[in-house]
């Protein structure tokens, strides 16, 4: 089973970050919205998905605080 992008390093669901990969978005809605719920955007795949998802480039982020 493959691990799923919300641990994944290149997982990034920062609604500012996805307001900038998508100019225009606010114009339909906003990356703060509670339909996008936790999906966000895969730096490796260059896509948005969903934070369920997983592919075999997964690397396990690091959460720790420093």
Do not use: H
Request: glycine share 6%.
């Amino acid at each position: 089973m493959t691990a799923e992008c919300i641990a994944c390093a290149f997982f990034q669901n920062n609604p500012a970050v996805i307001e900038t990969t998508f100019p225009g978005l606010n114009s339909l809605s906003s990356a703060y919205s509670s339909v996008r719920g936790e999906s966000g955007i895969c730096d490796r795949l260059e896509l948005f998905v969903s934070s369920r998802y997983g592919c075999k480039f997964f690397v396990q982020a690091d959460n720790s605080e420093s």
